[in-house]
Structures are given as structure tokens and as C-alpha cells.
């Protein structure tokens, strides 16, 4: 358990994304790769699918769904929310 003040500060300034990229040019590079990412994860679930039992493509497609969900949430918003301007267009 985290009891060390310092500790939790830096955790929450992670999540919080309030240390976010300022360089215009690396939010586009790290939005290009974390969407390829986003990508190459959802092909890896149709690999899965066609080719293991439906309880491991369960399991794998939940796994996944978090990981995707951590990128969105601890890097592409407040990527996106300090650089509004390279936001894909259709991404909610």
C-alpha cells in the first residue's frame, strides 16, 4: 500500500495527464502510434477469435479491451485535451 505522499502526487499527475506532451510535433507522432497501436490490437483479436476456443477469445478480447481503454484514458484524452487541433476527426 502506497502511503508516502510523494508517491500517490506522482501517480495522480500520471493519470491525470496533467504532464502531457507540450511539443506539438510528439502529440502527432504519439497520437499516430497509440491509434496504430489501437489498430494492431484489434487485429490481434481477430486472430484470436479465428483461431482459439470462444473462452480464450473471451478472456483475450477483455484484456485487450482494457489495455485499449488505458491508452484512451491515460494518454490519447489528455493528449487530445492539450492539443485539440490534432484530434482525429469521428473520435469521440
Not at 41 to 62: G, I, M, P
Amino acid at each position: 500500500m502506497l502511503t508516502n505522499v510523494k508517491e500517490i502526487k506522482a501517480v495522480d499527475v500520471f493519470t491525470t495527464g496533467i504532464s502531457m506532451v507540450n511539443d506539438k510535433d510528439t502529440a502527432i507522432l504519439i497520437s499516430e502510434l497509440m491509434l496504430r497501436f489501437g489498430k494492431e490490437l484489434d487485429e490481434s483479436v481477430a486472430v484470436v477469435q479465428s483461431r482459439c476456443d470462444d473462452n480464450e477469445f473471451k478472456v483475450y478480447r477483455e484484456a485487450v479491451g482494457f489495455i485499449m481503454g488505458e491508452i484512451l484514458i491515460k494518454i490519447m484524452n489528455p493528449l487530445y485535451e492539450k492539443h485539440l487541433e490534432i484530434k482525429p476527426k469521428g473520435l469521440k
